[in-house]
């Protein structure tokens, strides 16, 4: 089965620098979603890009996805203290009708003030 | 429009005992789905119900944990008995198409604790 693998699995920045976190995933996608996870709280979606996009923004967010090498990124810009979270791509083999997300281990991500 | 909600926040039970999850999804959403992050790792699927049927259970652990959704609307999810490794954050999510890969609600999470 497939799975999303974030890297790096932790990273710390000063406010205001961006953040960039990567993720890769191994079977044929229909689109690959980001979501948050703020500490002890619930998952938040960020963007979901499809298969036949390449870029994707929103907000300070920038999302990026290449297809050919089954990878994507997800760039922060000027990082506040409240990007403090982890980051997980979220994936669903094309195949599958049922849809469950296959999620990566995630990216923890601390932004210092 | 409510989002997914679920209950408790946190349950903190010992070892050998019974808990029951709740979780309602968003009003008309057919498609239901249930995971976990166990000790920080990444998030697993359990199962999915369409409507009231379970559509996928191929990633529920073993058989202490029984899923249900009566009337397909709110669903149950029970870990009978608990054991320590069941501790972990249980998520549910919802969507509203089936067949289609779009985004699904996640609801805040039920934290379990088992002593």
């Known amino acids: 089965s497939q799975q999303g693998e974030e890297d790096p699995q932790a990273l710390s920045i000063q406010e205001g620098e961006n953040a960039t976190m990567n993720c890769s995933y191994k079977?044929?996608?229909?689109?690959l979603q980001w979501y948050r996870q703020n500490s002890g709280r619930g998952l938040v979606h960020l963007i979901l890009?499809?298969?036949?996009?390449r870029e994707k923004h929103s907000g300070r967010l920038r999302v990026t996805l290449d297809t050919s090498k089954k990878s994507s990124s997800l760039l922060i810009t000027a990082s506040r203290a409240a990007d403090t979270a982890s980051y997980f791509c979220?994936?669903?083999?094309?195949?599958?009708?049922?849809?469950?997300?296959?999620f990566g281990p995630g990216t923890r991500l601390s932004v210092l003030p | 429009e409510a989002g997914v909600t679920q209950f408790p926040s946190h349950s903190v039970i010992e070892k050998g005992q019974t808990v029951t999850l709740r979780c309602d999804p968003i009003?008309?959403?057919?498609?239901l789905y249930w995971y976990r992050r166990v000790m920080g790792k990444e998030i697993k699927f359990l199962l999915h119900?369409?409507?009231?049927?379970?559509?996928?259970e191929s990633g529920m652990p073993n058989n202490r944990f029984l899923a249900e959704r009566t009337g397909g609307t709110y669903s149950t999810l029970k870990v009978q008995p608990a054991e320590l490794e069941d501790s972990g954050v249980y998520f549910c999510?919802?969507?509203?198409?089936?067949?289609?890969?779009?985004?699904?609600?996640f609801g805040p999470g039920t934290r379990l604790t088992v002593t």
């Open positions: 999510a919802s969507s509203q198409v089936t067949g289609y890969s779009g985004e699904q609600y």
């Open positions: 079977t044929s996608i229909n689109n």
């Open positions: 890009i499809r298969s036949n996009e």
């Open positions: 979220a994936t669903v083999d094309s195949d599958n009708y049922g849809q469950n997300f296959v």
């Open positions: 009003s008309g959403h057919d498609n």
């Open positions: 119900f369409v409507k009231e049927s379970k559509q996928d």
